[in-house]
């Protein structure tokens, strides 16, 4: 099947920067958009930063300007670049990605989620 695989969390303090991973393996066709969700503690999941295949990106308005999204489709992984990050930032870190993967003898298309890294931004 397919699965992410996440990588790059850890502890910071505010105004560092720290660089997630996330690479796609498994039965893969074709990876279409992929991103970054965050949930903090009592709160909801929410959008981070999504970038398409071909290159186009969206970010949450509180991470613009600080955080860099992008991809590399050779090797079916996508990043997050954070820079100036703020306590605020703290949060799990869930990679996303929108994929069509083989099946035997057809396709499926199935929304994926990795496992979850924790940012933490402290003093």
């Known amino acids: 099947q397919v699965q992410l695989v996440e990588s790059g969390g850890g502890s910071v303090q505010p105004g560092g920067s720290l660089r997630l991973s996330c690479a796609a393996s498994g039965s893969i066709f074709s990876i279409y958009v992929m991103g970054w969700y965050r949930q903090a503690p009592g709160k909801q999941r929410e959008l981070v930063a999504t970038?398409?295949?071909?290159?186009?990106?969206n970010y949450a308005d509180s991470v613009k300007g600080r955080f860099t999204i992008s991809r590399d489709n050779a090797k079916n992984t996508v990043y997050l670049q954070m820079n100036s990050l703020k306590p605020e930032d703290t949060a799990v870190y869930y990679c996303n990605a929108q994929i069509e993967y083989y099946t035997g003898t057809s396709r499926g298309s199935s929304s994926f989620w990795g496992q979850g890294t924790q940012v933490t931004v402290s003093s």
């Open positions: 970038i398409r295949s071909g290159g186009t990106t």
